[in-house]
């Protein structure tokens, strides 16, 4: 079973919908959580850390449910700009050594 | 303010030959991890070094790989000798203490 699994979608959405997915961790004992994204041919890029309480980043929501080892994130009135593929990511430590990358969820967001 | 550095952005070479990649990481982090990419695989941590020390090496595929840190703002990753199935995008990372910062990778090419 892989640590970290996402949906790959691909989710398209019209500008201005609302978007949501989730990923699975396998491993309980997991502490520190985050969302990178990754464009076309780019390098990863940290979007947010995920805390047990949930946290915004303006139009981006994420989630924490720990009970059912998930994540999820939310992005709200979505923008052309916002077309990427997202990585879900796990840590077992406190800070982020040894991170564990989900596959990415793809997401498209059409004019 | 500089990213994290990597050379070159592109390498092609011949099964058989010796790779280098170069990596500078940010000034003042003390981490710094190499990834190598692909859609196989994902994205998988080769090796970490803290404080210029090799941490955890355990994603290092085999003897063919190395890696060296002889100061806080140069590492390598050596590939001797190279293979096809090491054809990937490596991306070096690095990190103070939270969040990793992902330079914009080398994408090998081996013949």
């Known amino acids: 079973r892989k640590e970290v699994e996402q949906d790959p979608g691909p989710f398209n959405v019209p500008e201005g919908a609302t978007v949501a997915f989730n990923c699975t961790y396998s491993n309980s004992a997991s502490q520190s959580f985050f969302w990178y994204r990754q464009d076309c041919r780019k390098e990863p890029k940290l979007l947010m850390s995920?805390?047990?309480s949930g946290n915004e980043d303006g139009r981006f929501t994420a989630q924490l449910n720990r009970a059912s080892q998930y994540i999820s994130l939310l992005i709200r009135d979505s923008k052309l700009s916002d077309s990427a593929t997202y990585l879900c990511v796990v840590s077992l430590s406190s800070n982020d050594y040894k991170l564990s990358f989900g596959a990415g969820t793809t997401v498209t967001v059409r004019a | 303010d500089a990213g994290v550095i990597q050379s070159p952005r592109h390498e092609v070479t011949e099964m058989g030959q010796e790779v280098t990649l170069r990596c500078k990481p940010i000034?003042?982090?003390?981490?710094l991890f190499w990834y190598r990419q692909t859609m196989m695989r994902g994205l998988e941590l080769l090796i970490y070094?803290?404080?210029?020390?090799?941490?955890?090496d355990s994603g290092m595929p085999e003897d063919r790989f190395s890696a060296k840190m002889p100061n806080a703002s140069f590492s390598t990753l050596k590939i001797q000798p190279s293979e096809p199935r090491d054809s990937a995008v490596y991306f070096c990372?690095?990190?103070?203490?939270?969040?990793?910062?992902f330079g914009p990778g080398t994408r090998l090419t081996v013949l």
């Open positions: 990372a690095s990190s103070s203490g939270w969040g990793q910062y």
């Open positions: 995920v805390y047990s």
């Open positions: 000034s003042g982090h003390n981490s």
């Open positions: 070094f803290n404080n210029n020390v090799p941490i955890d």
